[in-house]
């Protein structure tokens, strides 16, 4: 099985490919735009994995509040850390002569463990880092429009327009908003084209 963190890169990459393959149809008659999307894909995969992490963790917890876990995850980032310092520095030497002592070659090695240990740490800094106390569902959606939102300014080189007129009862009548809501969509097929326009809203209003 994956790790959440490996995971969290594919799913990156996979978005980046949707993200760059609507905006270079959106934009096609801006060539000097299209031919600098190509180079902007490996920046966008880091951050829609970054969004992917920080959405589908909030989703797999408690609907209503995440604040005991976001405490834990707090916790165990320090003491992981703390632990993962100290592992580093025993000796090889020590570590050879017990796989010799014990003649098992079934278990895991040492270094797999601590790479195990790492992983763990790389998952609740994340949790720590993007959802605070109190996070809701609702705020978690928030939190992913919103980043969709800067992402779309960043790669178009242009501030997120205030234009959130709807083409239909499921897409948008403009790029931007039509950004954000593919590829939330394509995270969560749950979310609605309502959902991704309130929180546009709040976006907008505090960009400005």
């Not at 720590?128 to 978690?140: N, V, Y």
Request: aromatic letters at 8%; one cysteine or more; a neutral charge.
């Amino acid at each position: 099985m994956l790790h959440l963190d490996d995971e969290a890169a594919q799913q990156g990459e996979v978005l980046a490919k949707l993200a760059c393959d609507f905006l270079g149809t959106a934009y096609v008659s801006d060539k000097i735009f299209c031919a600098r999307l190509s180079t902007m894909q490996i920046t966008a995969s880091n951050q829609l994995s970054r969004i992917w992490l920080s959405y589908e963790t909030a989703r797999s917890f408690d609907p209503i509040r995440l604040e005991a876990r976001v405490t834990m995850a707090r916790d165990a980032r320090g003491k992981l850390c703390n632990a993962l310092r100290l592992l580093k520095d025993v000796p090889r030497q020590t570590l050879a002569d017990y796989r010799r002592f014990i003649g098992d070659e079934e278990r895991p090695a040492f270094d797999d463990i601590v790479d195990e240990l790492e992983a763990i740490w790389r998952f609740a800094r994340q949790f720590d880092r993007e959802l605070k106390p109190g996070t809701t569902i609702d705020e978690a959606t928030t939190h992913a429009v919103h980043s969709l939102a800067r992402l779309f300014s960043q790669i178009r080189g242009k501030k997120f327009p205030k234009t959130l007129h709807k083409a239909s009862e499921t897409e948008f009548g403009s790029i931007a908003p039509e950004f954000v809501r593919r590829i939330l969509q394509a995270i969560d097929p749950s979310i609605t084209i309502g959902a991704v326009a309130g929180a546009l809203k709040s976006y907008s209003s505090r960009e400005t």
